[in-house]
């Protein structure tokens, strides 16, 4: 279980529910230029907030960041999101993560 990358998945998946929910796939897609960088930013922030509280409370090292990371990667990759919008998006997590570590 203290090996088992199964709650750092399900905390990823819940996240990015929500931010599929409140930024779809195709909105992205379809919206470059339409959507204010400004919404797309305050909803990755909030997203970054929410892992990092969750990095925190299970106080995760550099495995579970990265699996965290990863995770974040492959679930927006499957919900569809545009890949140069998946590497803004996981590069900005990761540095999220890596802050304020204490």
Not at 21 to 38: H, T, Y
């Given at each position: 279980?203290?090996?088992?990358?199964?709650?750092?998945k399900a905390a990823v998946q819940s996240v990015?529910?929500?931010?599929?929910?409140?930024?779809?796939?195709?909105?992205?897609?379809a919206g470059r230029g339409k959507v204010s960088?400004?919404?797309?930013?305050?909803?990755?922030?909030?997203?970054?907030?929410?892992?990092?509280?969750?990095r925190d409370q299970r106080r995760l090292g550099?495995?579970?960041?990265?699996?965290?990371?990863?995770?974040?990667?492959?679930?927006?990759?499957?919900?569809?999101?545009?890949?140069?919008?998946?590497?803004?998006?996981?590069?900005?997590?990761?540095?999220?993560?890596?802050?304020?570590?204490?």
């Amino acid at each position: 279980n203290f090996l088992s990358p199964a709650q750092e998945k399900a905390a990823v998946q819940s996240v990015v529910d929500q931010l599929a929910k409140d930024l779809p796939p195709a909105v992205i897609e379809a919206g470059r230029g339409k959507v204010s960088v400004n919404k797309v930013t305050r909803l990755l922030e909030r997203t970054y907030s929410v892992l990092r509280e969750f990095r925190d409370q299970r106080r995760l090292g550099f495995l579970g960041r990265a699996v965290v990371a990863n995770a974040f990667k492959w679930e927006l990759k499957e919900r569809g999101y545009p890949v140069d919008f998946v590497d803004m998006a996981t590069e900005g997590l990761i540095v999220a993560l890596s802050k304020d570590i204490e």
